[in-house]
């Protein structure tokens, strides 16, 4: 049940975005959203429909393995699924596409990437190299 998006005309990064921008976005945000719920479900019917006969230890080495992987999948993915959520909120009050950190306008390109991102490419970098410190 894919639906595709249309893509809209884009406008200059300086310039609001358009009625058609925002709701590509929030289409896109809401079809990430979906498609990552259903990966979440998926890989939580997975966990437990693992084999739990006792194979030698190789065997359980790896099971572990795959179910810890599977774990950190999930945890991964729940984390993306708050960061889309986040952002769709911030349609309603007018705040999508603002760089929290900064309060100016995150580039079209870097939205079209990722629409859930909450900073400017640079205020990011910023960021990081805090964080490295």
Excluded at 84 to 104: L, M, N, Q, V, W
Aim: aromatic content about 6%; overall charge negative.
């Amino acid at each position: 049940m894919s639906t595709a998006i249309a893509e809209p005309s884009w406008l200059e990064d300086d310039e609001d975005m358009s009625r058609e921008e925002l709701d590509f976005y929030q289409t896109s945000l809401h079809a990430a959203r979906e498609r990552i719920i259903a990966r979440i479900r998926n890989a939580r019917a997975s966990l437990h429909d693992t084999d739990d006969s006792k194979g030698d230890a190789v065997d359980m080495a790896t099971d572990m393995l795959e179910y810890n992987q599977a774990v950190q999948r999930i945890a991964g993915d729940e984390r993306t699924l708050r960061e889309i959520d986040h952002a769709i909120g911030k349609f309603s009050k007018s705040e999508y596409g603002i760089c929290e950190g900064t309060d100016e306008i995150i580039r079209r390109k870097r939205l079209k990437l990722q629409p859930w991102t909450r900073y400017s490419l640079e205020y990011q970098e910023e960021l990081e190299l805090e964080r490295r410190r």
